[in-house]
């Protein structure tokens, strides 16, 4: 019979595990999004556009992903503080993963006529809001699971989602792409939308299986719940969730064009092959199982802030020289490019859930940690590719976009020095700013 530290061992990796095979399913569908809607939807749901207007368009919904998940991190937040982890992770898998398999059933344009579209958005918005509510559960089971001077590790650990579901999603469009080859606009993009019913299917499985993590437990043996939690952590942080909200503009505005414009740059700016920028992404994605915790890892030995902003500093010096080597054409640059650019997100990505969760309470993290994570969708991840093109289509040069990637570190640097410097107690009672103490 297992004693409890084993038991606790057990639980631990099952809480581990949950977290990270829910989010790569997740970021599997939302990453499939993002490198569809650069490749096809322009033809399929905005035929009467002119190209680069279809490019626009699309982006567009894509933002609108975007713009939904605080809605979706306000929502889970309020229950996720309230009953607990376990049944809100439950709940945004089956959303995310119903979304996915609608957008991959939804007829176009030339079936449906402008209600193709207006379908489309509003099952994008039903993935923004389970991907808005995923990331607090996720992180946080994680976390609360492990030990004090290991949390940049744990909690960069449902971050592994990221680089498996761009891993999955990037390779599943790859492969539908290669088998379907000139059908790919017609169904050969669906496929890898259908696919999501089975990996629903094995998330809810290991979901089900998990324990609440023993952080809320303790908060509800001291009846210490909060009743309105979103409210209470507007209220009492303010300055944490803009902080947090801001100082991911250059975690996440580049990476959106890393990963998603990079698509649209490489193919209609550079002419190059499909697959060539997809191989890339996967090999990139690969060594992202390595970066995202080993900079998780790293702040934990040497500080969250001080990783992070070595982060933040790399990618404003790397703006430039990325599409200096995109633009060389060349297969191995195109590639050093990409690579180097996941590398330099994740020296960020790492600790960046840790950095964030750790300043708020435990009865009003998922709130607060959530708010300030997912409202950086807002002003950085949705507009990223929408503002790229329209410099692009603007300028016909990549300056402008590097500009933009510097002036994002940049606020993001600001954001980072101006985040307190407080770590709040595990589990207590949200507090007002005048008797919180700064560490």
């Avoid at 060539?276 to 994605?285: F, G, I, P, S």
Wanted: overall charge positive; proline content about 6%; charged content about 10%.
């Amino acid at each position: 019979m297992p004693n409890g530290t084993d038991s606790h061992r057990t639980h631990r990796r099952r809480a581990v595990i949950a977290s990270t095979v829910g989010t790569t399913i997740e970021w599997y569908d939302f990453f499939l999004y993002g490198t569809v809607a650069a490749l096809v939807f322009p033809k399929i749901f905005f035929p009467g556009s002119s190209p680069s207007a279809g490019v626009l368009e699309s982006f567009s919904t894509l933002f609108v992903g975007f713009a939904a998940r605080p809605v979706g991190a306000a929502i889970f937040g309020h229950y996720g503080d309230r009953i607990g982890r376990k049944a809100t992770l439950v709940t945004t898998l089956l959303l995310m993963g119903i979304a996915t398999v609608l957008i991959g059933a939804l007829p176009g344009y030339a079936t449906l006529g402008f209600v193709a579209p207006v379908l489309l958005v509003v099952l994008r918005i039903a993935q923004g809001i389970g991907v808005g509510g995923e990331w607090g559960g996720s992180v946080l089971m994680s976390m609360e699971w492990g030990s004090a001077s290991r949390r940049g590790l744990m909690a960069s650990l449902p971050h592994l989602g990221v680089p498996l579901g761009l891993l999955l999603s990037t390779a599943a469009v790859g492969v539908s792409s290669a088998v379907s080859g000139d059908a790919f606009e017609t169904w050969g993009w669906r496929v890898p939308f259908l696919l999501s019913v089975a990996l629903i299917a094995i998330g809810l499985w290991v979901r089900m299986r998990v324990l609440e993590s023993p952080d809320f437990a303790e908060v509800k043996r001291q009846q210490a719940v909060e009743r309105q939690p979103v409210w209470a952590a507007i209220r009492n942080y303010p300055r944490e969730i803009l902080t947090c909200a801001f100082v991911r503009l250059a975690e996440q505005a580049p990476f959106y064009l890393f990963i998603t414009f990079v698509l649209t740059y490489g193919t209609k700016h550079l002419d190059m092959p499909r697959s060539e920028l997809l191989n890339a992404t996967l090999v990139a994605a690969a060594v992202g199982l390595i970066s995202v915790p080993l900079f998780g890892h790293l702040s934990d030995r040497f500080g969250r802030r001080l990783v992070y902003g070595i982060g933040i500093v790399c990618t404003g010096l790397y703006a430039f020289p990325y599409f200096a080597l995109l633009d060389t054409r060349s297969s191995g640059m195109v590639l050093l490019a990409i690579v180097v650019s996941l590398i330099v997100h994740d020296v960020m990505y790492g600790p960046q859930a840790a950095l964030i969760a750790e300043s708020f309470g435990t009865n009003i993290r998922y709130s607060g940690a959530g708010l300030g994570y997912q409202l950086a969708s807002v002003i950085a991840g949705g507009p990223a590719p929408l503002i790229a093109a329209a410099l692009l289509q603007s300028t016909g040069s990549s300056a402008g976009i590097s500009w933009y990637i510097v002036l994002c570190s940049v606020i993001s640097l600001i954001a980072l020095v101006l985040m307190p410097r407080r770590q709040a107690p595990p589990a207590a009672p949200a507090q007002p700013d005048s008797q919180r103490m700064e560490a």
